[in-house]
């Protein structure tokens, strides 16, 4: 690792904000969003930096992000909750595959345990932040969402827990003839509340797990669900219940049981996934294998389950107990792989002449993915494009000081990342206020300038993560300027690495 800059040492150690500042808009540290990372990062933030000051932004009313937002039929988690759980909080409900009111209570619990929920301050959506060298400091403009009123809260260090997609908008492609289709035209982000789909025929478009949950959970009630896809995802059927985590935690303690079970996942899950990338013949045989087994000889799996691309190159889809199975097994529900020609009056014409008829179309096609909240940075005066940037270990970018962005794991719980990144920069703040430094910016040595640059994600093909790929930080070819998408590299990377690798600079502004 390179030491090629070698900051001046303010010697007057930097512990907080001055107490005498009782300014309630200049805090020591800022968390941007109160979903499942943000509350988290507070619970570690307050437990390893006791007395620093901070406040959560949250742009909408309640807390709980993806967890609040989404109220479609069905909606629940793919990832068992002994990983997408706090490594802090043990999971105690019987199902490990939950739905999604488990998750919010569950972080609605973790808040007021806490004591975080009262850090929040709701309708307030951070729109732009500016860092100043000169002071060490981000102003953050925020917006009221309820009176527009902006206000401007100071902060030391930045951490974007905004999530990684739109909550204004969802990715619908450009339907020919939407505008022609009579009935409803419903977006998963968006549900109506009183929207009634008994005994209706219900076309719902898409294979990803947004349209995998909809759709055995909507056939209970519609007349009929199609599930209309233009290519196949890998689908796997899981019991919703860990019969190994429920048995220990009726006789160890529950942190005990729970840190077993979650080490038992992680395991498991990491074996899965190194197979599918050194044996994806094998891994997809077996897979398919289960299709065949849960729908039986006459069907073609071939067609409507057996993906272009090999396993874990997207996510695998979960169908909890078989729920999709049983569900076409039983009539109620159907799976069409063909391209959409055209909405009609009466549904939906497909390219191959076939008309797919519709009360009511569901188009299960996708989030809008967003870079750090759609909020504008600038350094120092100039703006920041990050797609000219280099992440820092995944999590910050080089050439911003003070700024650490969550983003967790595609091929695993997103909480197994988020709760990494949370200890990090309790590491990293501790590290600040130990040497006195009030700046740390990763920065390029001249050698890693000429590195060869790779997209934030390799590996992953799913059409969510492409489109906004070109908008992401690149990665380099070596440490720390890897994403390395791995639980256990990140692990030792993030709980043991060392903060003062020569990548990170550390320095205060000259007045200090
Ligand atoms: C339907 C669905 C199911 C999922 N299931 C799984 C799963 O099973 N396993 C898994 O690992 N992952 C899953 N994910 C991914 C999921 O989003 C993460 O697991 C996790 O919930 C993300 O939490 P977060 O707090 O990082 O982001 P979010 O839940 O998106 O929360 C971000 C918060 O930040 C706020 N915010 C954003 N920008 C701003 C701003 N500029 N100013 C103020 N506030 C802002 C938002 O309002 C929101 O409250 C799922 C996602 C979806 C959509």
């Known amino acids: ?76 988690s793919d990832s068992d909750m002994h990983t997408l759980g706090y490594n802090f909080k ?11 009111p488990a998750i919010l209570k569950y972080i609605r619990e973790t808040a007021f345990e806490h004591g975080v929920a009262k850090h929040i301050r709701y309708q307030q959506q951070l729109f732009m932040a500016e860092w100043s060298s000169g002071d060490a400091l981000w102003a953050l403009k925020v917006r009221d969402t309820q009176s527009g009123d902006i206000t401007t809260v100071r902060c030391n260090m ?28 419903v977006e998963p982000q968006f549900w109506p509340e009183d929207l009634d789909y008994r005994n209706k025929k219900v076309v719902i478009i898409g294979s990803g797990a947004t349209a995998v949950t909809l759709v055995p959970d909507m056939a209970k009630d519609a007349g009929h669900v199609v599930m209309l896809q233009r290519s196949p995802s890998y689908v796997i059927s899981q019991p ?5 985590a429920n048995t220990l935690r009726k006789f160890l303690p529950q942190k005990v049981a729970y840190a077993i079970t979650r080490w038992k996942n992680v395991t498991v899950q990491q074996w899965i996934y190194r197979q599918a990338r050194k044996r994806p ?41 078989s729920d999709l199975f049983a569900a076409i097994r039983s009539g109620k529900a159907s799976v069409v792989t063909d391209e959409i020609d055209t909405f009609t009056e009466n549904g939906i014409r497909l390219t191959s002449g076939q008309q797919v ?18 909020v504008e940075f600038i ?39 988020a709760d990494l990144i949370a200890e990090f920069s309790c590491r990293l703040i501790n590290h600040m206020d130990a040497t006195g430094y009030r700046q740390c910016t990763p920065r390029l040595c001249e050698d890693d300038k000429s590195m060869v640059t790779l997209p934030y994600i390799v590996g992953f093909s799913s059409g969510y993560i492409q489109r906004v790929m070109d908008e992401l930080p690149k990665q380099g070819d070596r440490q720390p300027w890897l994403n390395p998408q791995n639980y256990r ?13 020569g990548a990170l600079v550390f320095s205060s502004p000259a007045t200090d």
């Open 240 to 244: 919703d219940e860990d019969v190994i």
């Open 281 to 321: 013949e094998r891994v997809k045989r077996v897979l398919l294998r289960w299709v065949r087994d849960e729908l039986g000889p006459g069907y073609d799996v071939e067609r409507h389950f057996t993906p272009a691309y090999n396993p874990w190159e997207q996510r695998l889809c979960l169908a909890p107990n």
């Open 379 to 417: 350094v120092d005066g100039e703006r920041i494009d990050f797609s000219k940037t280099i992440t820092y270990k995944g999590v910050m970018t080089s050439d911003v000081p003070n700024l650490v962005s969550t983003f967790g794991y595609i091929n695993a719980s997103w909480t197994l990342r």
């Open 489 to 501: 590299r990140d692990k030792k990377m993030f709980r043991k690495g060392a903060i003062d690798d």
């Open 158 to 185: 930045l951490l974007m827990c905004s999530g990684y997609y739109s909550y204004e908008e969802a990715y619908v492609p450009d339907f020919p003839g939407r505008d022609r289709f009579k009935g409803d035209i």
């Open 1 to 76: 690792m390179c030491k090629h800059c070698i900051s001046p040492r303010n010697t007057e150690p930097y512990t907080a904000l001055e107490a005498t500042d009782t300014t309630e808009n200049l805090v020591d540290v800022v968390i941007v969003g109160a979903g499942l990372s943000g509350i988290g990062a507070a619970c570690h933030l307050q437990d390893k930096c006791p007395g620093k000051r901070y406040v959560i932004i949250e742009g909408r009313e309640a807390m709980g992000g993806t967890w609040d937002l989404f109220r479609y039929p069905g909606i629940r």
């Open 357 to 374: 008829d519709a009360d009511i179309i569901v188009t299960a096609t996708g989030l809008k993915l967003i870079v750090l909240g759609d």
């Open 90 to 100: 043990p999971w105690r409900e019987s199902k490990a595959i939950a739905d999604g």
